[in-house]
């Protein structure tokens, strides 16, 4: 009866911001990959990020200038 659905990032001055749903009795983690084809592909960003009612943002502050980066959000144990 949950999901877990990213919204569009959003480029800011201060980096790249992703926001999800959440709820509050929930930890979540961001990784980040710049190539797909790589084993492994993602690399952790974050984790302990408090989930909060409706919605959890997260800024990336150093994305990758050159490239092309795929994140993904995940939901801790």
Do not use: C, E, H, K
């Not at 952790?44 to 994140?71: E, K, V």
Request: glycine share 4%; hydrophobic share 35%; proline share 12%.
């Amino acid at each position: 009866a949950s999901v877990l659905r990213l919204q569009p990032p959003m480029l800011q001055p201060s980096g790249v911001t992703l926001t999800w749903l959440s709820v509050t009795n929930r930890t979540y983690l961001v990784q980040r990959a710049t190539n797909l084809s790589q084993s492994p592909a993602f690399s952790l960003l974050q984790t302990n990020i408090p989930g909060l009612p409706d919605t959890t943002s997260f800024t990336d502050t150093n994305p990758p200038a050159s490239s092309t980066a795929f994140y993904r959000i995940g939901v801790q144990p």
